[in-house]
Structures are given as C-alpha cells and as structure tokens.
C-alpha cells in the first residue's frame, strides 16, 4: 500500500508559464514534507520544503502548498523555465525519531518547452 | 564541498557474486541511509543507521547488508547478487534532528546479469 503518489508521471508545460506538480499522502501523522528534483545520471536534490504547523512555503519561484484535510501537497513553479526540466519526487518524513528516514512518491517528470 | 560520496558509479555483476557499494560523507552527519530507485517506483529505503554502531532496515532490506564502524562511511553489501537487484543505488545522509532535509550522493547504477 503506497503511502505517498504522485499520480501524474508527467507534465508538459510551455516556458514562462506555471507548473503545478501534485502529491498525495495517506498518513495524517506524517510531520514534514519535501520536494527534490533529480536530473539524469545524478543524485536527487533538496528543493523545498514544509512543516505540518505550516499551509504555505516559498523560494523564490517555488511554492510549496500543503492541504493537510486533503492530505495533499503541491509544487508550483512560476515562471518555469527549461532548466527546470527535471524529474520531481515529493518525500515525506513521519517526524518524531524517523529523521532523515523519507518516503518518497513516485515522481513526476517534468518538461519544460522553450 | 564533497558532500556525499558514492563509488562506483557503474557496475555490472553477474548473479551470484558479492560486491559492496561504498558511501561517504564529510559532512558529520548522524543519519544515513541507503535508497534503491526502479522505474515507476521511485525511492525505496533499504537500510538506515542513526549513528556509528546502529542500522536497521528499511522497506526493501533482504538480500543486503551493512554496517557502520565510522560516522562517515556506509558500505552497502550485496551478498549474492540476483537480477532483481539491478537498480540505481542513492546514499543520503542527514543531521539527526526532525525537519531537515537529506543529501544525496551521485548513485551508483547496478546490473545483475
């Protein structure tokens, strides 16, 4: 039983407009929730996150949304460009002593059109 | 900045043989742990260890083995490779505190033949 999908595997977004990447959960006890993005042939890195006492993060053109009724996160990205052009894995971290100890989505893969 | 550091980047085993996947951080991180990614799947937990001496399994532990003598290094061991275990291998570490974010090494990509 999957804990954490990402129901969309891909999206396809023009340049300069706004991606929003999707996340379901089903653990209402879940603490703390990540987005990290990985390009091909490296490792995944951090890109934002949020905290359960939280409903809203932003980094420069990237919002993390969390609907915790919903049990649901989102990613938006505004505006995207190319680069951005990744696949996107949202992670979930159960808080208490679980740590670094993540459960990730399936990830989505995004393009971005110039 | 080293960060984590994983090696090798590539290799292929035939079914049977043993290997070990090396892992290293240099940032003093407690926790690190060891993810498997296979298509459609995204990242499964396979071992974790919240410091020198303690490990314990993740999701997908059988078949693998490890150990932690240092804080900095996290081998991961294949006993008896089998093709179900070709996959790419991703070492993260993180500060042992809750709400932080986990770092990850380059991977290393695994064949079983």
């Known amino acids: 039983d999957q804990q954490v999908k990402q129901n969309s595997p891909s999206l396809s977004v023009q340049e300069g407009r706004i991606s929003i990447l999707n996340c379901d959960y089903t653990?209402?006890?879940?603490?703390?929730f990540l987005w990290y993005k990985k390009y091909p042939a490296e490792g995944p890195t951090f890109l934002i996150s949020?905290?359960?006492?939280?409903d809203k993060n932003e980094d420069g053109r990237f919002t993390v949304f969390l609907n915790k009724s919903a049990k649901h996160l989102s990613l938006h990205i505004v505006p995207s460009q190319p680069g951005d052009s990744a696949v996107y894995f949202c992670?979930?971290?159960?808080?208490?002593?679980?740590?670094?100890?993540?459960?990730f989505g399936q990830g989505t893969i995004l393009t971005v059109h110039p | 900045n080293a960060g984590v550091t994983q090696t090798p980047k590539f290799q292929v085993l035939k079914t049977g043989q043993s290997m070990t996947l090396q892992c290293a951080q240099d940032?003093?991180?407690?926790?690190m742990s060891w993810y498997r990614q296979d298509p459609g799947m995204g990242l499964r937990l396979i071992h974790y260890?919240?410091?020198?001496?303690?490990?314990d399994q993740g999701e997908v532990p059988n078949g693998y083995n490890v150990s932690r003598s240092t804080t900095e290094d996290f081998p991961l061991r294949l006993l008896s490779a089998a093709p179900s275990q070709t996959s790419v291998y991703f070492c993260?570490?993180?500060?042992?505190?809750?709400?932080?974010?986990?770092?990850f090494g380059q991977g290393t990509r695994l064949t079983v033949v």
């Open positions: 993260a570490s993180s500060y042992r505190q809750t709400n932080t974010e986990a770092f």
């Open positions: 653990n209402s006890m879940f603490d703390y």
């Open positions: 949020i905290s359960s006492i939280k």
């Open positions: 992670a979930i971290n159960a808080g208490g002593t679980s740590y670094g100890k993540l459960t």
């Open positions: 940032m003093n991180h407690e926790y």
């Open positions: 260890s919240v410091g020198a001496g303690i490990t």
